[in-house]
């Protein structure tokens, strides 16, 4: 990259952070009037089985969720944007445009349909009370992550993983599919236990999606870095008025949303190895929950006093905006150890992976 292709595109990053965050701030009181408008009921507090979790957020309930639309509802408003005038109006907007084919058309197509199934999912905790069930979320999450795998494995023709430090193996076509489904789901579920705290889960995103633009600038994919730079503002936004305490919450629409978007960014970059470093903290959650259900399905007793983990702490004294804070710090140390694993990765030469390849080839046959 000449140098002054690198600064015009730090210029161009910031500047679209910049006018993604002004834009969220703007659409927030328009979306904040039509949630207490026409979705007054808000978020409804878990009763059943959950006497703890109950207790510590029965003061929350009623307050309007769907609050994450204002993160992708931007992002996607502020893509068609420049898009149009990309082709309606000559020179400059050319530059500016990031829509493109081979780095933001899929991270973008999850955007918008994970975001709209998530809000489907938050309408029918409003209205019928109860939002999708686990089966029927997984199974949705599996078909909007499987028409993902089908792009990239017949579209993109992916059929190799990248191991650090080791480079590139192949598992073929078949597993890569399985592996991007698995990829895609687990994030997306991830995202949504962590998703229980003011500000929580818009922080941890944060901290994720800036180590994943720090690797897609590495690589020169520089349409993906505005891309996510666009994200970037308007979580920044988001969190203005989604930390404690919340005016309103993130909901399906925006974990679901956001989840999508960071697996496939990890995935288009090749590094979903390092995508449980990048996002530790959704791992820490998730495992906490198995940990919590397995130990209450074979020996009858709880680990933790409430689970996902945030809420153990809750029950054990800590303030809410101790437990976030906390965790954003951990998100943020998993976020540099990550990206500074990747860069060593990228800047060293790889060790001898022909026998990691026969081994991988001989599994995945």
């Known amino acids: 990259m000449t140098e002054a292709f690198t ?5 161009r990053i910031l500047v679209v952070a910049t006018i993604s965050f002004f834009a969220a701030v703007l659409l927030e009181p328009l979306w904040v009037r039509v949630l207490r408008t026409y979705f007054a009921r808000g978020k409804e507090i878990v009763k059943e089985g959950a006497p703890v979790f109950n207790a510590l957020h ?4 009623g307050t309007p969720t769907m609050g994450g639309f204002i993160v992708w509802g931007t992002v996607a408003m502020l893509t068609l ?5 990309h082709g309606t109006v000559d020179g400059f907007w050319s530059r500016v445009n990031w829509l493109v084919r081979s780095e933001t058309y899929l991270p973008l197509a999850f955007l918008i349909v994970a975001g709209l199934v998530g809000m489907t999912d938050d309408l029918l905790g409003i209205f019928r009370r109860r939002g999708f069930s686990i089966k029927m979320r997984t199974l949705m999450y599996t078909v909007v992550a499987a028409v993902g795998g089908w792009w990239f494995v017949v579209k993109l023709g992916r059929d190799a993983l990248n191991i650090p430090f080791f480079g590139d193996v192949v598992i073929g076509p ?3 599919f399985l592996l991007f489904v698995f990829v895609m789901v687990a994030t997306s579920f991830s995202a949504d236990i962590t998703d229980g705290l003011d500000g929580l889960s818009g922080g941890t995103f944060l901290t994720i999606f800036a180590a994943l633009g720090a690797i897609a600038f590495d690589q020169g994919k520089m349409d993906l870095v505005t891309f996510i730079a666009a994200i970037e503002g308007a979580l920044v936004a988001f969190l203005w008025f989604n930390i404690y305490p919340a005016k309103f919450f993130m909901g399906d629409t925006g974990v679901m949303a956001l989840g999508f978007v960071a697996g496939s960014t990890a995935l288009l970059l090749n590094v979903p190895l390092l995508l449980p ?3 530790v903290v959704f791992v820490i959650e998730s495992l906490s929950d198995i940990i919590q259900v397995g130990s209450k399905k074979l020996r009858g007793k709880k680990v933790f006093i409430s689970a996902p983990i945030h809420h153990h702490f809750e029950a054990l004294g800590w303030h809410e905006t101790q437990i976030t804070m906390r965790f954003w710090m ?9 990206l500074a694993l990747f860069l060593a990765d990228s800047k060293l030469p790889p060790l001898n992976g022909h026998v990691l390849n026969e081994l991988v080839q001989t599994i995945f046959r």
Do not use: D
């Not at 029965?58 to 309930?61: A, D, G, L, V």
């Not at 944007?81 to 005038?85: A, E, G, H, M, T």
């Open 174 to 176: 078949v597993w890569y």
């Open 81 to 85: 944007i420049f898009w149009v005038l």
């Open 330 to 338: 951990i998100g943020a140390i998993g976020a540099m150890t990550g």
């Open 7 to 11: 600064i015009f595109n730090v210029v």
């Open 277 to 279: 470093l990048i996002g």
């Open 58 to 61: 029965k003061k929350k309930e």
